[in-house]
């Protein structure tokens, strides 16, 4: 079974790490065809003001300038892709940390001229990632790849970049690990979590402003994963399905 997790850099350094850290292994455990895409969390941010870059973000995207891609390449591929590595090394995991450029795994797509450097996952070539596989290693992906006719490096979101390379690799599974565990009715409240939300659902969250900032993208590709056929896509933990927001088809 192939398998998505994105692993959001909110969990990298926090006490959620045991629990998403726990469930990958026993995925691979499986011999399931996991791949792990990751974020940054506030690396990114931390690195633009030390570098005094100024930096906005548009409907949970962050508007990205080539001096602000430098910083993203360097502590998305470096930093945050290491320590996924080496946490995952950790656990007795052959990791490999990976970009959409190395061995051409995926190309990306410009969005909107007026987000900048900023695409979603377009061609997807899954040879690299299978011959990993049958190693029995884990890709670790980092959101980052060259634009299909260009060439010139793009910063995804790292919950579309999970969601696109779910649908294009006809993943069976795609899951989200946040802080917050999964989606909740009030989100300062942890004993409000839903257990399941409609596509339907999902929208009228976000519309109402329950769902807001970095839930948003989270919850939007989750629902284009359910869309286009990916069969079983959580916000939330494998191995504890009562603690997960499943996402499901429907009114
Ligand atoms: N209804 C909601 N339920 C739960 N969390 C919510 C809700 N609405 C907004 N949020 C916010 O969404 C955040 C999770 O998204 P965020 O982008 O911060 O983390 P991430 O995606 O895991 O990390 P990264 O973006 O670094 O990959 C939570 O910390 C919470 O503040
Ligand atoms: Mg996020």
Redesign the pocket.
């Known amino acids: 079974m192939r398998i998505v997790v994105?692993i959001?850099?909110?969990?990298l350094n926090s006490l959620e790490t045991a629990s998403w850290l726990h469930d990958v292994q026993s995925l691979v455990a499986d011999r399931h065809h996991l791949m792990i895409v990751?974020?940054?969390?506030s690396l990114i941010t931390e690195a633009l003001a030390r570098h005094h870059v100024a930096t906005a973000f548009v409907n949970g995207q962050r508007v990205t300038t080539a001096e602000v891609i430098t910083d993203v390449i360097r502590e998305m591929r470096g930093t945050a892709s290491m320590t996924v590595v080496s946490l995952c090394r950790q656990m007795g995991i052959s990791a490999v940390g990976l970009s959409g450029a190395d061995g051409q795994i995926f190309d990306a797509e410009m969005i909107d001229e007026s987000l900048g450097l900023v695409g979603r996952v377009a061609a997807v070539r899954p040879q690299l990632l299978e011959k990993l596989w049958s190693l029995n290693m884990l890709p670790v992906i980092t959101p980052v790849a060259p634009d299909i006719q260009t060439g010139q490096l793009l910063n995804l979101n790292?919950?579309w970049a999970a969601s696109g390379l779910a649908q294009k690799l006809g993943a069976s599974v795609l899951l989200?690990?946040?802080?917050?565990g999964?989606?909740?009715?009030d989100?300062s409240d942890p004993d409000s979590l839903m257990r399941e939300i409609t596509v339907r659902q999902a929208q009228d969250?976000i519309d109402q402003g329950?769902?807001?900032?970095?839930?948003i993208?989270?919850v939007q590709s989750a629902v284009e994963a359910v869309a286009n056929g990916v069969g079983k896509v959580g916000i939330g933990r494998w191995c504890e399905p009562t603690m997960t927001t499943w996402v499901v088809r429907g009114e």
């Open positions: 994105k959001g850099g909110s969990v990751h974020g940054a969390g790292g919950d989200f690990y946040t802080d917050t999964g989606v909740r009715w989100r969250l329950r769902v807001a900032a970095g839930m993208p989270k």
